[in-house]
């Protein structure tokens, strides 16, 4: 079990470019799979993006493809998740999750360990 924290968020303009990140407060996450997803006022979790345990496998959600960015670091002590062109349909709150296996699923039902999350918004 692990305790997650996300940092990074805040106000930026459209075409602006944004770096989350994400660490374990307790406990170490090197076990599992990391993702991040997102939620909108009045919408569903959407997953954005997923990383296997070995830092090379990814996924991204059809939304943030091309843009973001996930990477796990900090000999696997922090996730990251760099976006960039970021559009105003982006703002949410965004969470950084674990799972356990080897395929990276998009369902939120197949996460966990959810953190507080940290609000991005993109306006002008």
């Known amino acids: 079990q692990v305790t997650l924290v996300e940092s990074g968020g805040g106000l930026v303009q459209p075409g602006d470019s944004l770096t989350l990140s994400c660490t374990s407060i307790r406990g170490r996450f090197d076990r599992y799979l990391m993702g991040w997803f997102r939620q909108a006022p009045g919408k569903e979790r959407e997953f954005v993006a997923g990383?296997?345990?070995?830092?090379?496998?990814?996924k991204y959600g059809d939304s943030v493809k091309g843009r973001f960015t996930i990477s796990r670091g900090d000999g696997d002590r922090k996730v990251f998740l760099k976006m960039q062109m970021l559009k105003p349909e982006d703002t949410a709150l965004y969470y950084c999750?674990?799972?356990?296996?080897?395929?990276?699923?998009?369902?939120?039902?197949?996460?966990?360990?959810w953190g507080q999350g940290t609000q991005v918004t993109v306006s002008s």
């Open positions: 990383c296997a345990r070995d830092g090379i496998r990814t």
């Open positions: 999750v674990t799972a356990l296996g080897q395929e990276i699923r998009t369902s939120h039902e197949s996460w966990f360990n």
